[in-house]
């Protein structure tokens, strides 16, 4: 029996929850999900999408690897959301419908509250969620292990508005935001923590494409060794997940040496 997690994260969330669901397995692999990840994930028994919920659902990038994922018809399909609100929104609703393309079903849903990486979030709350996530994910490998289909809906009523928004917010220019402060050292962090590989270094500072490629995660942001990143659009918190070092959640290698952060 082997599992193939897809894990889409910015600030390390994501990841963390994937590690340790795949530990709870045993036999699973976690693969990150970026520009350059392959989509063949035919052979394997299960596989599982974790990712966060952006503006109320699944982040476009994820949407669109999912479309094009290669799986057995047979696979035991199931999808992990993390969350800073109260609810994942038509997050799976993104799922099953990407899933629709190849004719395959949504099989289990599972949801796991976590901090916010836009929004500061008050201590207390930050660390009750982060203490509670292990057992969560433990939770969710055992359900997987035993083939559970459990299912989280979103509300019916005000579903179709949120796919609506959803969609609007896909198509938008997000990078087009981000401001950088002479407090940069020219580190290019931001370019190799960046998901969608939308980040080039130009004369020792960091450029977004402004191509509609930026998923919003705002690892850049987030894991800015000087914080000298800023996002006009939002009142951005900074965050991110106290057992990640930034060197995992690079997209690719990188030989320079880091800044520990």
Not at 17 to 45: H, K
Not at 214 to 237: F, N, T
């Amino acid at each position: 029996m082997t599992t193939m997690l897809y894990c889409f994260t910015g600030t390390g969330n994501c990841l963390v929850v994937a590690r340790n669901i795949a530990a709870g397995l045993g036999d699973a692999r976690v693969v990150r999900l970026c520009a350059q990840t392959s989509p063949d994930a035919s052979g394997c028994d299960a596989i599982g999408f974790v990712a966060p919920v952006y503006h109320q659902g699944l982040p476009g990038m994820v949407a669109t690897f999912i479309e094009s994922v290669q799986l057995d018809a047979d696979a035991y399909v199931f999808a992990v959301a993390t969350y800073g609100d109260d609810n994942p929104g038509v997050f799976f609703d993104n799922v099953a419908d990407a899933l629709r393309t190849h004719g395959v079903a949504l099989d289990a849903c599972f949801g796991v509250p976590m901090p916010h990486n836009v929004h500061a979030m008050r201590a207390a709350e930050r660390d009750r969620r982060l203490a509670a996530e292990p057992a969560r994910s433990q939770q969710i490998a055992d359900a997987v292990a035993a083939r559970e289909r459990p299912h989280l809906a979103a509300n019916r009523l005000i579903a179709p508005l949120l796919k609506w928004t959803w969609r609007l917010a896909n198509g938008e220019v997000a990078d087009k935001g981000f401001t950088v402060d002479d407090g940069c050292i020219g580190c290019d962090i931001c370019a190799y923590v960046c998901p969608a590989d939308n980040i080039a270094m130009v004369d020792g500072r960091p450029q977004w494409a402004l191509s509609g490629g930026c998923q919003e995660c705002l690892a850049c942001l987030q894991w800015c060794p000087r914080d000298a990143i800023h996002y006009d659009r939002k009142h951005v918190g900074r965050y991110h997940h106290p057992q990640v070092k930034v060197h995992d959640v690079f997209v690719r290698p990188r030989v320079a040496a880091v800044h520990a952060r």
